[in-house]
């Protein structure tokens, strides 16, 4: 806006909010607040505007030299943003004590997708924090329509006998059987709403996911990706692809099935 300018004058460290011990003991991230004094210049009137902001934690070395993030000592930190890509983890179900599989799809640009196991074997998406999708819709809506195709998609890693991940995921929601079925479900759980036409359905997913103007995972993260799924998509490919959400739930279940190890974050 030319009518208006920005200006940061000043900036403070505070001391940490909790102690060494406190941060290794309830999981949190030693760190230090970062306050900044901005001023705000109304240009028309010369009015000038000033105020204290909180900007940022800041994690701070401990004296051996390490660095305390998310309850965790470590020597290096590689990074405090995570780069586009995906990253899998297991995480401890309390009700049954179960480790459960789940995965982050961090995009340059875009929706960020979080992919879940429940203590069922139910595996879900969620697309930007929304509500839970369960995976074979999604995968049902981009195009693997029948039972049968899901099934042949994962036949070679969901082997397990007392736990069946996608027959579990179908059984989730028995009501959908078909691509239009799955699209209008998806544009419901996206828009709060109902979608006036098929098309409009397919849009809306499409700009979400694969419309490189709405979603990009950038040269890195499409790098990343193709590296740890052992994909072969095209550099220039950042958008999303069908072949990418089947390969992240692919390497879901082997996490939950302990035949792929996940990531150290």
């Known amino acids: 806006n030319t009518r208006l300018e920005l200006y940061f004058v000043d900036y403070e460290f505070r001391e940490p909010p909790h102690s060494i011990s ?18 705000l210049l109304v240009k ?48 401890r179900d309390p009700s049954s004590g179960r480790e459960l599989g789940f995965a982050k799809l961090v995009a340059e640009h875009g ?11 139910v595996i879900s998406v969620k697309v930007s924090g929304k509500r839970k999708i ?21 036949q070679d890693v969901d082997n397990a006998p007392k736990h069946a991940f996608i027959r579990s995921t179908i059984e989730r929601d028995l009501s959908i059987k078909s691509k239009a079925d799955a699209l209008f479900d998806i544009y419901r759980k996206l ?11 397919q849009t809306l997913l499409n700009n979400f996911l694969f419309n490189p103007r ?28 069908p072949e990418d959400l089947v390969q992240i739930i692919r390497r879901i279940i082997a996490v939950n099935l302990g035949t792929e190890t996940p990531d150290d974050i």
């Open 22 to 39: 406190e941060c290794l003991e309830r999981g949190m991230t030693y760190s230090s607040p970062i306050h900044v004094t901005a001023q």
């Open 44 to 91: 028309e009137t010369g009015e000038i505007k000033q105020q204290e902001l909180f900007f940022s934690d800041f994690p701070l070395m401990t004296d051996v030299g390490t660095f305390i993030i998310s309850g965790v000592e470590r020597v290096v930190v590689n990074q405090l943003t995570r780069f586009p890509g995906v990253y899998f983890t297991l995480v």
């Open 111 to 121: 929706a960020w997708l979080d992919f879940d196991t429940s203590n069922r074997g």
């Open 134 to 154: 369960p995976v074979t819709t999604l995968l049902r809506a981009i195009g693997f329509e029948s039972d049968e195709a899901l099934f042949s998609l994962f």
């Open 191 to 201: 828009s709060s709403g109902e979608a006036p036409s098929l098309s409009s359905a």
């Open 214 to 241: 709405r979603y990009s995972l950038g040269k890195v993260g499409r790098y990343k990706l193709n590296k740890k799924l052992g994909l072969n998509i095209p550099g220039n490919c950042t958008a999303l692809t």
